[in-house]
């Protein structure tokens, strides 16, 4: 029943590694995004496919690469991790075009230490 | 860059109370959002007004819009401890869905 699932829930991992969020909706939606939230809760978008093409890309560092198989899935892979990178990650999704609801995962706490 | 800026950025109410929580904005805007964010939890969809609206209910919800100030309100009429959680605004100002989040109201409802 879980619209936008991500996983994982919670990870932990030291400077300089490489890692992965997953995230998948059910839901039929054509669009999805990445939002990071800091610890101060500050949420701010960091990209928004549309049928697997890239239609926002903000300014983020080129460590962060997303990758779309599919318009379900949107994947968030991180190089090189850094202290600062310790957020949380939510991914979303809704229909395209403004005025459409977005629905959000449940988050992936990320703790670089 | 930042587009809602919620005041204030603390709410403490007794249960029953009404709770009203403002939001700002910069730029003109297609459509304005509210979302409640539990702790440790994704943020959920509460109601949206558009533009052209200036006032909107969703059962104990009450949200306005004043485009001319550049400003929305929430109001939770009786409140309910179950209420206790961050609330922010999104304004949706462009083509591509983009929503830009104020920094959050926290809301403790005290039974």
């Known amino acids: 029943d879980t619209a936008v699932s991500q996983t994982p829930k919670y990870l932990v991992t030291q400077m300089g590694n490489d890692k992965s969020i997953k995230c998948e909706q059910n839901l039929g939606h054509d669009t999805m995004y990445w939002y990071k939230q800091d610890s101060k809760k500050f949420l701010k978008i960091m990209f928004s496919?549309?049928?697997?093409?890239?239609?926002i890309n903000e300014t983020v560092p080129n460590r962060f690469s997303p990758k779309s198989p599919d318009k379900a899935h949107l994947n968030l892979h991180i190089n090189s991790l850094e202290l600062g990178d310790s957020a949380v990650y939510f991914c979303a999704s809704s229909h395209q075009g403004p005025g459409n609801t977005i629905y959000f995962g449940e988050g992936s706490w990320l703790t670089v230490v | 860059s930042q587009q809602g800026e919620e005041d204030p950025q603390a709410l403490s109410i007794q249960e029953g109370e009404n709770a009203t929580m403002n939001c700002s904005y910069k730029?003109?805007?297609?459509?304005l959002q509210w979302y409640r964010q539990n702790s440790g939890r994704g943020l959920v969809h509460l109601i949206l007004i558009r533009s052209n609206e200036r006032e909107k209910h969703s059962g104990r919800l009450r949200v306005t819009l004043d485009t001319s100030k550049k400003s929305s309100s929430l109001l939770i009429t009786a409140s309910r401890a179950a209420d206790t959680a961050s609330y922010f605004c999104a304004t949706d100002a462009g083509a591509n869905s983009k929503l830009t989040f104020g920094k959050g109201i926290t809301l403790s409802v005290r039974p």
């Open positions: 496919y549309n049928n697997k093409e890239l239609i």
């Open positions: 730029t003109s805007i297609n459509n």
